[in-house]
């Protein structure tokens, strides 16, 4: 236990410089083949869930992911036209309508695995939902007024990811200390509606923070919207994943990042966040 804690927090010294340089300082092509690779070593974590075990039909769903994400980037060369894009578009809209679905999914499990557990097209589907419109997202908000600060997307970006980190910490705090009632007992037994709470609470004190001190004007009804269905939306991004792994019979989508289990044990809040928060700025506000 101490060294799988040691590895962690290890892992975290390292990895959350890193994401933060390469938010910030990155071009925004090369910004984009970053998280091409992360979707696709997702899609091989996913791949799993479909049922694909065998090494070679895993590698070849990741390639095959990274090619398709590699062809839409290099068909939206002109970034500056990328929240009019009508691709993009379509993609958050159909991400949104996808975790609109998976929390149907989440409240109603275990008996909504009937309908998906065995349906490999489904379990694609559901995949392709998920990771694409956060590749899309992840471009969409680094894009933001890019041509007047580079920095200003990269804010929008961090902004979202620190919702997402303070309510995963603010819950696994309260969690432990007043967690009574269990959140989900069928699919993630360790979250309680306590911790919930703790954790959308740390979201709030976090954001208000980030609305002093960020150089960007963050003050505004829509955003406060925004960001609460965020909030939310992160637990159910974290919540569907560990159904998916719970059907599939595994613990961790694998274990390339030490102490942290996968990529996708990583990103399975800001996947839904990202990919809403996103959708909901370029399509509503």
């Known amino acids: 236990m101490l060294l799988n804690f040691n590895a962690r927090i290890i ?20 910004f984009g083949y970053i998280i091409i690779i992360i979707c696709s070593l997702a899609a091989w974590e996913w791949s799993q869930f479909i049922g694909w075990t065998g090494h070679i039909n895993r590698i070849i769903c990741a390639v095959l992911f990274g090619i398709c994400l590699l062809s839409l980037q290099l068909f939206l060369q002109d970034f500056s036209q ?15 309508i996808w975790w609109l679905v998976a929390i149907i999914l ?13 349906s490999v097209i489904l379990k694609i589907l559901f995949g392709i939902l998920t990771i694409l419109p956060f590749y899309c997202g992840m471009l969409v908000l680094k894009h933001i007024d890019y041509n007047v600060d580079n920095f200003i997307g990269a804010w929008w970006v961090f902004y979202v990811m620190l919702l997402v980190w303070s309510v995963d ?29 703790g954790g959308m609470m740390t979201a709030a004190i976090i954001a208000w923070l980030f609305s002093l001190f960020s150089p960007i004007l963050l003050i505004s009804k829509n955003l406060v919207f925004c960001s609460v269905i965020v ?9 569907t994943e560990s159904m998916f792994k719970r059907q599939a019979g595994i613990k961790d989508s694998s ?23 996103a959708g909901l700025i370029l399509l509503f506000f």
């Not at 892992?11 to 092509?29: E, S, W």
């Not at 990328?82 to 949104?96: C, H, N, Q, V």
């Not at 274990?255 to 928060?277: E, K, M, N, Q, Y």
């Open 106 to 118: 989440v409240i109603t499990f275990p008996t909504s695995a009937l309908f998906w557990y065995k």
């Open 11 to 30: 892992t975290a010294v390292i990895l959350v410089p890193l994401v933060i340089d390469a938010l910030f300082f990155l071009p925004l092509n090369l």
């Open 231 to 239: 909030v939310i939306i992160s637990v159910f991004g974290d919540l």
């Open 169 to 197: 910490s603010g819950a696994y705090f309260f969690g432990h200390l007043f967690g009574k009632h269990k959140l989900a007992a069928e699919i993630s037994p360790g979250k309680t509606l306590e911790g919930i709470l």
């Open 82 to 96: 990328l929240t009019t894009e009508p691709l993009i578009i379509y993609i958050l809209s159909a991400g949104l």
């Open 255 to 277: 274990h390339l990042i030490p102490g942290h289990g996968g990529v996708l044990d990583r990103i399975d809040s800001l996947t839904a966040a990202i990919s809403v928060f």
